[in-house]
């Protein structure tokens, strides 16, 4: 799908563009917005700008000269932008960022929300809705705006999981049960909550590297498409807060980590428990076990055999031999 915005004053008006029945104004667009494009629609978008639109498998490439680069009169930035952040399983996408003199295109395969957002408010009328009076609606001002609100959509994930992080925590150390197999089992689930907050930081630590390459190289074009001054001061404010929430999204990758370890090593104390309980009652039965098979054996003189307390003395000998290890270990402390 294409659609086109045209600026109607200090607004915009959205058009959706069927490439074989060019609309007059589709031109003079401010910002093409392509949606899993057909090659019809890339062509037309193409004739518009004059520029060469970048194939899905050119976005993918995560090679900086593939993501970041200028040709034809024209940039091209693509960053990694995250969809689904809501759900239990946000996944990755790519979009790219075409700013050609005062023109903006924007190729994409999937539908960030901050999208739906710009789109509502650049085309809200000026002075209401806390929308400026004085706006100017220009493709920096446009970009800017979208990389704002995927930002911020970034740090409302970021909050949200570093809240589940924080209850993971209390779970894993201030589990009450004392059922050693159920604790084990809860201690698993733990796990693979800590492994899906592990693969969300993961995806937005990407992203925020691929805003902050973006800023950093848009803010260092030359020449013609060198930002005006008047206009570096809302791709500094992304950038602040790219870096910013990065620094955040390492410590919540840190505390994973040691997240991670902490519940491994609660596993392994839980495992080493029913093994050395298994220890110790082996070697409490084992002197027991020997008292009876000397009893056993087919000895023909053997005294002990025809005294009326042979029996007796050979039972108590085997509870004494059980008691003695089992006191002792309980005394050095290691029960």
Request: hydrophobic content about 45%.
């Amino acid at each position: 799908m294409l659609k086109a915005y045209v600026k109607k004053g200090e607004t915009l008006a959205s058009l959706v563009i069927d490439p074989a029945v060019e609309p007059p104004a589709a031109g003079t667009a401010v910002w093409y917005d392509l949606i899993e494009p057909t090659a019809a629609e890339d062509t037309f978008v193409e004739g518009c700008l004059g520029v060469s639109i970048p194939t899905r498998a050119e976005m993918q490439d995560i090679e900086p000269s593939a993501r970041l680069y200028s040709e034809e009169g024209a940039e091209f930035l693509t960053i990694t932008a995250i969809v689904n952040s809501e759900t239990e399983q946000p996944v990755k996408t790519q979009v790219t960022f075409i700013i050609h003199g005062n023109q903006l295109v924007t190729l994409r395969y999937a539908n960030p929300k901050a999208f739906a957002i710009v789109e509502r408010n650049f085309c809200k009328p000026a002075g209401r809705n806390g929308v400026p009076s004085d706006r100017v609606i220009t493709a920096e001002k446009l970009m800017a705006a979208l990389l704002d609100i995927m930002t911020d959509r970034l740090a409302q994930l970021l909050e949200t999981t570093g809240d589940a992080i924080d209850k993971v925590s209390h779970d894993v150390f201030h589990a009450r049960t004392g059922n050693a197999r159920r604790r084990t089992r809860d201690l698993q689930h733990l796990m693979e909550e800590i492994g899906r907050f592990g693969d969300t930081l993961s995806l937005v630590r990407e992203s925020l590297v691929s805003i902050n390459r973006l800023t950093t190289y848009h803010q260092s074009m030359e020449g013609d498409l060198k930002m005006a001054k008047d206009r570096k001061q809302d791709i500094k404010i992304v950038q602040r807060d790219a870096i910013a929430l990065a620094d955040h999204a390492n410590f919540l990758s840190n505390k994973i980590t040691f997240l991670l370890d902490a519940t491994l090593g609660l596993i392994n104390l839980e495992q080493n428990a029913i093994i050395k309980i298994f220890s110790v009652a082996a070697v409490v039965f084992l002197p027991p076990t020997l008292v009876a098979s000397i009893y056993g054996m087919n000895f023909k003189v053997m005294p002990e055999l025809n005294w009326p307390f042979g029996y007796p003395m050979a039972l108590g000998l085997m509870v004494l031999s059980a008691a003695l290890p089992y006191l002792f270990f309980k005394r050095k402390g290691w029960l």
